[in-house]
């Protein structure tokens, strides 16, 4: 059982974490399975060790869950694999798509339209048949809204419910969000359906302009997203928190006082709510 707070793994600290364990207070790790499953023999076997001894997540990046093109279904099944080799449970994706006539090494957004909302829920059933477990989807960070006749949150909500899918709730692609798109923030946390949450990913940005930001998870996490965090705490319950750093890698002190300042959220979230 996933909880706690945990932090995406990078190549650069396996031999770390091997060598040393993994930090007490991290209590699970999340890879991308597209980044293990094709590597050279004496990592796959690191990587082996590492799942058979702390817990894990896989957050993935090339389903494409929203793209015209029929899904990969071979690709489904190389995750489900995956997934039942590793023994993990919980797998997500972005709302989002990633591929066309080739592949893209983006997340593009998906239209804000009731098709679409069909359109996804339909593939999303068929990924959570293959890999026979919820496929937890994420609200993503874009940066354009093309063709939308709906709001980001009745687009979220209408694929969660007709897909009966779950949520993984990135907290800092709201705060990125409301800064390009003009919304607040907080009313986004009181709309979404966060009753579906499984788990939830901090991060840091890149603040371009006063009005455009950048989801790069390639800084520390800043005191307004932390203050969002604990605000889904309140609003949508205390649920296992990923830190998402992906470059600009520090120390691993650095990353575990980040991981510590979501204990400490949660606990402070967890005694308002027992003396409420």
């Known amino acids: ?35 293990w499953m094709k590597v050279p023999p004496k990592l796959a076997h690191k990587f082996r060790a590492l799942t058979e001894q702390y817990p894990f997540v896989c957050h993935g990046l090339s389903l494409s869950i929203g793209a015209p ?18 023994g993990i449970e919980l797998y997500s994706e972005h709302l989002s798509y990633c591929s066309g006539n080739a592949h893209m090494y983006d997340l593009m957004p998906i239209p804000f339209t009731e098709e679409a909302v069909s359109h996804v829920a339909e593939r ?11 496929l937890i989807i994420e609200n993503v960070s874009y940066y354009a809204e093309p063709g939308a006749t709906m709001d980001e949150v009745s687009f979220i909500n209408a694929v969660l419910a007709e897909s ?18 003009g919304y607040d923030a907080d009313a986004f946390l009181e709309g979404i359906d966060g009753g579906r949450t499984a788990y939830y990913h901090v991060a840091g940005h890149y603040r371009q302009a006063e009005d ?23 609003r949508h319950g205390i649920h296992p928190t990923l830190l998402e750093r992906d470059f600009n890698l520090p120390q691993t002190r650095e990353l575990v006082a980040e991981i510590d300042r979501i204990h400490q959220i949660a606990s402070q979230a967890k005694g308002v709510k027992e003396s409420a």
């Open 212 to 234: 455009f930001a950048v989801d790069t998870h390639g800084a520390p996490v800043i005191d307004p997203v932390w203050r969002l965090l604990a605000k889904a705490y309140e």
């Open 164 to 181: 009966d899918c779950r949520l993984l709730l990135d907290v800092n692609n709201i705060y990125v969000n409301s800064i390009n798109h």
């Open 69 to 86: 093109a029929p899904l990969d279904l071979g690709f489904v099944k190389q995750i489900k694999l995956f997934l039942d080799t590793h």
């Open 124 to 134: 999303i059933r068929t990924v959570q048949e293959i890999i026979e477990r919820p």
């Open 1 to 35: 059982m996933i909880t706690g707070a945990g932090l995406g793994l990078r190549r650069e600290m396996v031999d770390e974490f091997i060598l040393d364990g993994v930090p007490s207070s991290v209590n699970f790790l999340e890879v991308a399975p597209e980044n």
